[in-house]
C-alpha cells in the first residue's frame, strides 16, 4: 500500500510517499485490538512536524509512517467493539495515518454523520476533543469569556467554534489577517491582533478585570502576558508550545491573585481516572450528532504532496486544519 515515510528525523522534507507492507496486528496503543481502517483523509496536528524532528515527547524512531488522525471506513473491529466494519470515523493514532490502511484504537475515535465528508472528518477527532477537554477542565461556565491563543489553528478554531456549546464569549488572538479571517469563520465573539498592547485590548473588552479563563496552544515569550490576562481566580489551560519554547513563572503571580493552571493530556489522565477518554470522546459524539460542529479545514493537500503539508505546519503558515487526502 502507499504510504508517506519520514526516512530521516531532519524535519517535514524527509518525507516521501512509497509502498509498504499492510498494517498487522493491532496498535501499539491498543491492548491487541485490532481495529483497522481504510484512510480517505489524514488531519495533521502540531504532532506531526515535531515528530519529523524527532521532537515528539511521545514520538518513534525513523523509518516510520507519519500522521497522526484518521477519517475514513472501518474494515476490522473486536467482535465486542462498538464499532462495526462499514462504519465512518475519525480518530487520533499519532503515528501511521498517512496510509491506504492504518490500525486505530476504539477509545479514540469518534462516528462521523453521513452528511460530513471524509476531508472535514479528519478535522473532529483530535482537535475537538482536546478542545472539549480543555474548557471542560477549565470549568468554563456559560456567561465567561475565554481567550484562545493561537486561535486560528487546528485546536484553536475548535475552541472558538464550541464557545457557543459551552455559553462562553471567546477572544481569538491572531498574528495576521488570514489568521483574523480564519478566527472569525470558526466563530470567535472578538478578535485581537498580537501587536504590543494586546494585553490592554483584552483588558479593555472585560472591562478592565480580564478573562476568566485562557486556553494557551503557544507558549513561549507571550507566555507571561497570556498569565496576566486572567481576573483574580481566573483559571488556564496549557495545551502546547507552538511557540517553540516552553515557559518559565514565577509562581507568587498565582499565590497573588488566586490563579489556577493545568496541563491538559487525556490518555494519561485515564490511567488515574478511568472513563476519562470515554466521557470526551461521548461529549464530542454528541455535538457531532447534534451537527453542532464545524471544523475549520484551511488547505488541503494530495497524498503526493504531504511533506508540504507538515511543512506549513512547521513553518506555522498554516491556518486552520491541514488535510491530506489518501484517497
Given at each position: 500500500?502507499?504510504?508517506?515515510?519520514?526516512?530521516?528525523?531532519?524535519?517535514?522534507?524527509?518525507?516521501?510517499?512509497?509502498?509498504?507492507?499492510?498494517?498487522?496486528?493491532?496498535?501499539?496503543?491498543?491492548?491487541?485490538?485490532?481495529?483497522?481502517?481504510?484512510?480517505?483523509?489524514?488531519?495533521?496536528?502540531?504532532?506531526?512536524?515535531?515528530?519529523?524532528?524527532?521532537?515528539?515527547?511521545?514520538?518513534?524512531?525513523?523509518?516510520?509512517?507519519?500522521?497522526?488522525?484518521?477519517?475514513?471506513?472501518?474494515?476490522?473491529a473486536p467482535e465486542d467493539s462498538w464499532l462495526e466494519p462499514g462504519d465512518r470515523v475519525s480518530g487520533i493514532v499519532w503515528q501511521g495515518a498517512m496510509a491506504e490502511q492504518a490500525l486505530a484504537l476504539d477509545d479514540f475515535v469518534v462516528k462521523l454523520p453521513d452528511s460530513m465528508s471524509y476531508?472535514?472528518?479528519?478535522?473532529?477527532?483530535?482537535?475537538?476533543?482536546?478542545?472539549?477537554?480543555?474548557?471542560?477542565?477549565?470549568?468554563?461556565?456559560?456567561?465567561?469569556?475565554v481567550l484562545v491563543t493561537g486561535a486560528a489553528g487546528g485546536v484553536g478554531t475548535c475552541?472558538?467554534?464550541?464557545?457557543?456549546?459551552?455559553?462562553?464569549?471567546?477572544?481569538?488572538?491572531?498574528?495576521?489577517?488570514?489568521?483574523?479571517?480564519m478566527a472569525r469563520r470558526a466563530g470567535a465573539t472578538h478578535v485581537v491582533r498580537a501587536d504590543p498592547d494586546w494585553l490592554g485590548t483584552v483588558r479593555?473588552?472585560?472591562?478592565?478585570?480580564?478573562?476568566?479563563?485562557?486556553?494557551?496552544?503557544?507558549g513561549g515569550d507571550r507566555f507571561l502576558d497570556t498569565v496576566r490576562s486572567l481576573r483574580i481566580g481566573g483559571r488556564g489551560?496549557?495545551?502546547g508550545f507552538a511557540g517553540g519554547s516552553i515557559p518559565e513563572l514565577r509562581m507568587n503571580r498565582l499565590l497573588l491573585r488566586n490563579l489556577t493552571l493545568t496541563g491538559i493530556t487525556m490518555d494519561v489522565m485515564e490511567t488515574e481516572h478511568p472513563g476519562t477518554l470515554e466521557r470526551v470522546r461521548?461529549?464530542?459524539?454528541?455535538?457531532?450528532?447534534?451537527?453542532?460542529?464545524?471544523?475549520a479545514i484551511g488547505a488541503v493537500y494530495p497524498l503526493d504532496r504531504a511533506a508540504d503539508a507538515l511543512a506549513a505546519l512547521d513553518e506555522r503558515t498554516a491556518v486552520g486544519k491541514v488535510v491530506v487526502e489518501v484517497r
Open positions: 500500500m502507499r504510504a508517506v515515510v519520514v526516512e530521516r528525523l531532519d524535519g517535514p522534507r524527509s518525507a516521501v510517499v512509497k509502498d509498504v507492507p499492510a498494517p498487522v496486528g493491532a496498535h501499539p496503543r491498543a491492548g491487541g485490538r485490532r481495529v483497522l481502517v481504510d484512510v480517505h483523509a489524514v488531519g495533521l496536528s502540531f504532532i506531526d512536524p515535531l515528530q519529523t524532528w524527532g521532537r515528539y515527547q511521545g514520538g518513534v524512531p525513523a523509518p516510520y509512517v507519519c500522521g497522526s488522525e484518521v477519517s475514513g471506513m472501518v474494515v476490522e476531508a472535514e472528518g479528519a478535522g473532529i477527532y483530535m482537535n475537538y476533543a482536546t478542545a472539549w477537554y480543555a474548557l471542560d477542565r477549565a470549568g468554563a461556565r456559560p456567561g465567561e469569556t475552541v472558538l467554534d464550541l464557545g457557543p456549546a459551552f455559553g462562553v464569549s471567546t477572544i481569538a488572538l491572531v498574528s495576521s489577517d488570514a489568521k483574523e479571517e479593555e473588552l472585560t472591562g478592565g478585570r480580564g478573562v476568566e479563563v485562557f486556553v494557551d496552544m503557544v489551560v496549557i495545551v461521548l461529549g464530542v459524539q454528541r455535538l457531532l450528532d447534534e451537527g453542532r460542529l464545524r471544523p
